[in-house]
T-cell receptor, first 114, second 115 residues
Framework: GQQLNQSPQSMFIQEGEDVSMNCTSSSIFNTWLWYKQDPGEGPVLLIALYKAGELTSNGRLTAQFGITRKDSFLNISASIPSDVGIYFCAGPRPGGTSYGKLTFGQGTILTVHP | NAGVMQNPRHLVRRRGQEARLRCSPMKGHSHVYWYRQLPEEGLKFMVYLQKENIIDESGMPKERFSAEFPKEGPSILRIQQVVRGDSAAYFC?????????????FGPGTRLTVL
């Protein structure tokens, strides 16, 4: 089945640093979604990408839809302590009759030291 | 504008009991999805429902698990005769009727512990 591979698995950074993480797939995706999950909570949608090459920002977050459609990148600039959490990439199964089934990566755990 | 609501937030069951997890989608959303998350893993799709219809249940275990989304009321994920391996966080998500973008909005989850 389709799998999404995220890297790195975890990151430990100092407050103020920039962060980059990525997500790759062996299959083409037509939509890329980036979610953040805080401990004990559900995932919160951060950014949605719909076109190859698209670059979208949401505050200090910027995400890109890779040209090959097989990858996506998330950058966080000037990290702050509340950026701590698990970041997931996800995408709906391409070519299906519905967009119902999201496939998730295994997540990147971000720790920010003040 | 209330988000996706799930209850209970925490549920403890003994082996062999039944677990019922409830999900109310966001206002105006008619598509509901259930996912399961084991510790330190990503979410795994279980089932996709619209009102009174199961659209895709390819991620549901064949036995003991069922889901419904009735015309009135919340969506229910039901696990019969729970076993320790059912312990996990179960998340519900919803999307609007014409949600062709794939965006899904998640509830806070129900954490099921089977003793």
């Amino acid at each position: 089945g389709q799998q999404l591979n995220q890297s790195p698995q975890s990151m430990f950074i100092q407050e103020g640093e920039d962060v980059s993480m990525n997500c790759t797939s062996s299959s083409i995706f037509n939509t890329w979604l980036w979610y953040k999950q805080d401990p004990g909570e559900g995932p919160v949608l951060l950014i949605a990408l719909y076109k190859a090459g698209e670059l979208t920002s949401n505050g200090r977050l910027t995400a890109q839809f890779g040209i090959t459609r097989k990858d996506s990148f998330l950058n966080i600039s000037a990290s702050i302590p509340s950026d701590v959490g698990i970041y997931f990439c996800a995408g709906p199964r391409p070519g299906g009759t519905s967009y119902g089934k999201l496939t998730f990566g295994q997540g990147t755990i971000l720790t920010v030291h003040p | 504008n209330a988000g996706v609501m799930q209850n209970p937030r925490h549920l403890v069951r003994r082996r062999g009991q039944e677990a019922r997890l409830r999900c109310s989608p966001m206002k105006g959303h008619s598509h509901v999805y259930w996912y399961r998350q084991l510790p330190e893993e990503g979410l795994k799709f279980m089932v996709y429902l619209q009102k009174e219809n199961i659209i895709d249940e390819s991620g549901m275990p064949k036995e003991r698990f069922s889901a419904e989304f009735p015309k009135e009321g919340p969506s229910i994920l039901r696990i019969q005769q729970v076993v320790r391996g059912d312990s996990a966080a179960y998340f519900c998500a919803s999307s609007p009727p014409n949600g062709q973008t794939g965006e899904q909005f998640f509830g806070p989850g129900t954490r099921l512990t089977v003793l």
